[in-house]
């Protein structure tokens, strides 16, 4: 082990072994460590041990990223890795295989407490419910890339090189046995997916099933990987959504439109539900899936480019954007349109903490929270946030 002396410049660690605490949780899928003035971000480790960690990365001069080789003191979370991929060196897909499932959930509403108190102003902690099915099995579409041989993989963690894998835990099993087992022209992507019945497809066209109703979902368009996680988000925007029969309801990155078939319960044959969603593919599917549903309008095109145009003032508002966020301009828009309820699905906290402290500037407040592993083993979840206004 070479003791690592005060950096002067980026890069003076690069392939270092430093021997490091381990501190907190960040956003991300590392914890934080503190050496000679410097912040470390480690993966592979947990708070409250103590490694030996390789660094991997040093392009700045206030902090540097390294993996965890060599545990010397462990956490009592500590599990052997259900995949022998999700090590230093190997995929990047995982971010914390090394940790019991409910460590996991307990890192993940740490960081979404932290985002929460550090960008939105917000003292607030909410557990991370597990959804059904268990921590493996769950991802039901995967992109793999193909390497210069032909073969197909997964990336690593910041690279883009191809890790050749035999399978992935993660996946129901031999979802991907098929796409591994042949070669592809060098350098293309191919998603791998699974319909509600079970069947596998190779970028093609999967039927998915939420509510009793199909949506035929074709490649490289937005689907929940987890199974269960569409029912749950329509079951928690029908708790959190009365009854507005004639009402006017938005669904803004609507998709398919999963969640605007509960506003048009909520609303009835004579309420009106406009969905508003950039990709033509996700609008076409759904108005195949809910033709039968005369009070949905769909919008194709960009929300902040809609908005203004929209027939409203509306009752309630659901929102799930990109992992970005909303950001100012939307949250003004939504703002000004005042809805009594505003539902805000989110994938990542710290985007969902700097929009719930715009709305707060603008006479918002945060009424329920709740947060759902719908990613186990990374450091990913969803949450989703009911807004109502203060006055």
């Known amino acids: 082990m070479s003791v690592a002396e005060p950096a002067t410049a980026a890069g003076d660690w690069l392939d270092r072994t430093l021997e490091l605490e381990v501190g907190p949780v960040a956003h991300g899928g590392h914890c934080v460590s503190r050496l000679e003035g410097r912040v470390v971000f480690v993966r592979h480790a947990l708070p409250g041990e103590r490694v030996l960690a390789v660094v991997t990365e040093d392009r700045h001069a206030a902090f540097c990223r390294a993996d965890a080789v060599t545990v010397l003191v462990a956490s009592p979370d500590r599990v052997e890795p259900a995949c022998v991929w999700a090590r230093p060196g ?59 041989d032909g073969g197909a993989g997964l990336r690593p963690h910041r690279g883009h090189d191809v890790i050749p894998v035999d399978g992935c835990p993660l996946t129901p099993a031999g979802l991907l046995d098929g796409a591994l087992e042949r070669h592809w022209p060098p350098g293309r992507d191919i998603e791998v997916a699974r319909d509600s019945d079970g069947w596998a497809w190779v970028d093609g066209i999967t039927t998915q099933v939420v509510g009793g109703r199909s949506w035929r979902i074709g490649p490289g368009m937005f689907w929940q ?62 108005q195949d899936a809910l033709a039968d549903l005369p009070q949905l309008r769909w919008r ?19 929102a799930d ?63 989703v946030a009911l807004l109502t206004p203060t006055d």
């Open 321 to 383: 954007p990109p992992r970005r966020g909303l950001g100012r301009a939307v949250v003004d828009a939504l703002a000004l349109a005042r809805p009594r309820r505003l539902v805000y699905a989110a994938c990542d906290p710290a985007a969902l903490a700097r929009d719930l402290a715009l709305f707060a500037e603008r006479g918002y407040r945060l009424a329920e929270l709740r947060a759902f592993d719908a990613f186990p083993m990374t450091h990913h979840l969803e949450t």
């Open 90 to 148: 190997g995929c990047g897909g995982c971010d914390f295989q090394h940790a019991s499932p409910a460590a996991q959930r307990a890192l993940k509403a740490d960081v979404l407490a932290e985002q929460l108190r550090r960008l939105g102003g917000l003292e607030l902690s909410v557990p991370v419910e597990e959804l059904p099915g268990g921590p493996l099995g769950w991802r039901t579409r995967v992109r793999l890339a193909v390497g210069p």
């Open 225 to 286: 990987v987890h199974p269960e996680l569409a029912e749950t988000l329509c079951a928690v925007l029908r708790d959190w959504t009365p009854a507005l029969p004639g009402g006017i309801a938005w669904d803004l990155y609507g998709g398919a439109g999963v969640l605007a078939s509960v506003l048009a319960e909520r609303v009835g044959p004579g309420g009106s539900v406009t969905v508003v969603e950039s990709d033509g593919r996700a609008v076409a599917a759904g």
């Open 300 to 318: 194709t095109g960009r929300v902040e480019h809609e908005l203004a145009s929209l027939d409203g003032p509306p009752d309630v508002v659901v």
